[in-house]
């Protein structure tokens, strides 16, 4: 058995509901007891981040327009090492904050991480996707896993466009996150006797009919 490669990873990733804030390029660095955690997270051309306060309550209501991020039971965190570009804020709890009207998998023994955007130096209050989108840096977290796992994330930006223009757009999906147990394929070798061993069953069944 072997982990799970990054093409797998992907192909097992289900499609995100809608556009929004997506973490993509993840990548580990570190060594055993403390490995880094990193995610290059990206806005969609056609929604914008709003500064605000960071989520206090869940869900969170329609009503709290401001920007933020969270990717889900992210094991093995540790305290205090969650980090983003200026003017956003990292906060980790068992209880994920999670957009009103998206259901991730969240299991509540496991630390979530939140984004949140809540303006500062170099930043402006409403970023622009523009028509390419946004790339809004680098996010990370420090973790005493290198295992690869499939967790949730859930995010909330606002429309920037057509009659929707201002209104909340949520997002859910899954990318990379640290696990506790590998994600594992079989070996070639193990497909290869598992095929044998069908064949001789049906080879056997249609003896038996005959």
């Not at 039971?73 to 804020?89: K, L, N, T």
């Not at 973790?143 to 466009?161: M, Q």
């Amino acid at each position: 058995m072997k982990k799970l490669s990054a093409v797998c990873l992907l192909a097992l990733a289900p499609a995100v509901s809608m556009a929004n804030i997506i973490p993509t390029g993840t990548t580990i660095t570190g060594a055993p007891g403390d490995f880094t955690w990193t995610y290059n997270l990206q806005l969609s051309s056609d929604q914008d981040i709003i500064a605000g306060t960071a989520p206090s309550a869940n869900p969170v209501e329609h009503a709290h327009v401001a920007g933020f991020l969270t990717i889900f039971d992210f094991v093995g965190y540790i305290g205090g090492s969650c980090a983003g570009p200026a003017g956003w804020a990292c906060t980790a709890q068992n209880v994920g904050f999670t957009p009103d009207d998206v259901s991730p998998l969240d299991n509540l023994s496991i630390i979530n991480l939140t984004w949140a955007y809540i303006g500062g130096p170099g930043l402006p209050n409403r970023l622009s996707g523009g028509i390419a989108g946004l790339d809004l840096g680098l996010f990370s977290a420090h973790t005493n896993s290198e295992l690869i796992g499939l967790v949730s994330y859930a995010a909330r930006g606002v429309k920037n466009n057509g009659d929707s223009e201002g209104t909340v757009a949520d997002n859910v999906g899954i990318t990379r996150g640290p696990s506790a147990a590998a994600l594992t394929v079989p070996e070639p070798a193990s497909l290869a006797l598992a095929g044998m061993g069908l064949l001789f069953i049906a080879l056997k069944r249609r003896g038996n009919q005959a």
